[in-house]
């Protein structure tokens, strides 16, 4: 089958297209902090910019000197781009590294010894395609088999399995079918290699864009969820949580336990110690809590050093020494702390709800017990109701 395709018209559509999509990224994130990966994404579309402009000058400069500055051009600028998408995903740990580093040596190496050796353009456009089909692969078969990952991720997955299908049967046909193939040949092959190209462009930058607001969107819900310094729930979205369970609680008549723990005489400890120490008995205390606590429970903090606990489907006896081995471990540790000896006075209460029972009546008497707790001594458990 003839294709008669007009290869330097694409590729000038291929550089137009990728320039505004360079210039379209840069401007978007112009207002944003500079973090590494959109400073990698933005620089690695220059950088095919680049790629797609050197192929046009193959006509002019000895494909001695054009053809390895345009592989290196795809290498760098395509290698920056997955990397920028991994980066923003939480994807590139030391396996990733370590295997687009093997890749990086692999393709050179390889690409060497063609030129060197074997130097005919279907070998390079075969070893470039499957070289270019293993950078690709990686990441969509990480973002596939996350399970946790966002339907965006599972679609931008399946668009690197596409365009390393694409890179295959490219590779297939230049060193079985078309020995005569070159970069700018016209066939099928070429034809998908191109179209699929356009379609890694668009969906590239839609991308990009789409998992920058979904990351950050995550941060943001990350630091309204969690606490910074004790990385434990905060105060809002511990009681939202709490008011869910309660919910549940009263439907299936299981116990419910509220916990407020306050850390005896803080303020002590950050006038002696300093606040560097006080945050340090802080983070101290929220991993010794959580360390005793299990999948079912919630744990958070609700003011400077007061911390609340909800324990789901324990009677009074039975959450009543869970406080007091909770008091006992924070004790403890505190032994072997780095920062200083502290003790914690815990207020509770346990109901068995119905639909009318509140969070914030519950979290009333809690606190009543954790005064009483503290006019009594502190380092200690005081029951209410």
Not at 238 to 246: N, P, Q, S, Y
Not at 335 to 362: E, F, H, M, W
Request: proline share 2%.
């Amino acid at each position: 089958m003839n294709f008669q395709l007009d290869i330097k018209t694409l590729l000038y559509l291929f550089i137009l297209g990728n320039l505004f999509s360079a210039l379209l990224i840069t401007f978007y994130r112009y207002h944003f902090s500079k973090d590494i990966a959109s400073t990698l994404f933005i620089t690695a579309k220059w950088i095919q910019v680049l790629y797609w402009s050197s192929i046009l000058l193959w006509d002019f400069v000895p494909h001695v000197i054009a053809i390895p500055l345009s592989n290196g051009l795809i290498l760098v600028g395509g290698g920056m781009e997955i990397t920028a998408l991994l980066l923003m995903m939480d994807m590139l740990g030391r396996r990733a590294k370590l295997y687009y580093l093997w890749l990086a040596a692999g393709s050179i190496l390889s690409f060497a010894v063609v030129a060197l050796f074997f130097n005919h353009p279907n070998l390079r456009v075969g070893t470039t395609s499957l070289w270019a089909m293993l950078f690709v692969i990686y990441p969509g078969y990480r973002l596939i088999a996350n399970k946790e990952g966002s339907p965006l991720q599972k679609m931008l997955g399946s668009v690197f399995y596409i365009i390393a299908a694409v890179m295959l049967v490219r590779s297939f046909v230049a060193l079985f079918v078309e020995p005569d193939m070159g970069p700018l040949s016209a066939n099928l092959a070429q034809y998908l290699y191109y179209m699929g190209m356009f379609f890694l462009l668009i969906a590239g930058i839609a991308a990009f864009i789409l998992l920058s607001n979904e990351h950050s969107y995550e941060k943001l819900k990350r630091i309204a969820t969690y606490d910074s310094l004790t990385g434990i729930l905060g105060r809002r979205a511990f009681l939202m949580e709490a008011e869910v369970k309660l919910a549940m609680a009263a439907r299936k008549r299981d116990y419910y336990s509220l916990l407020l723990l306050d850390l005896d005489h803080f303020k002590k400890v950050n006038d002696t110690y300093g606040h560097d120490k006080g945050d340090g008995v802080l983070q101290d205390f929220a991993l010794t809590i959580e360390s005793n606590l299990g999948n079912g429970d919630l744990f958070g903090r609700v003011g400077g050093e007061e911390f609340a606990i909800m324990l789901y489907g324990l009677d009074e006896y039975s959450s009543t020494l869970k406080a007091e081995q909770l008091r006992e471990a924070v004790k403890e540790a505190s032994k072997d702390s780095l920062a200083c000896r502290y003790t914690v006075s815990i207020g509770i209460i346990t109901v068995l709800p119905d639909p009318q029972t509140s969070l914030n009546s519950l979290y009333k008497l809690s606190d009543r017990a954790l005064y009483q707790a503290k006019q009594d001594g502190r380092d200690r458990v005081v029951r209410v109701g």
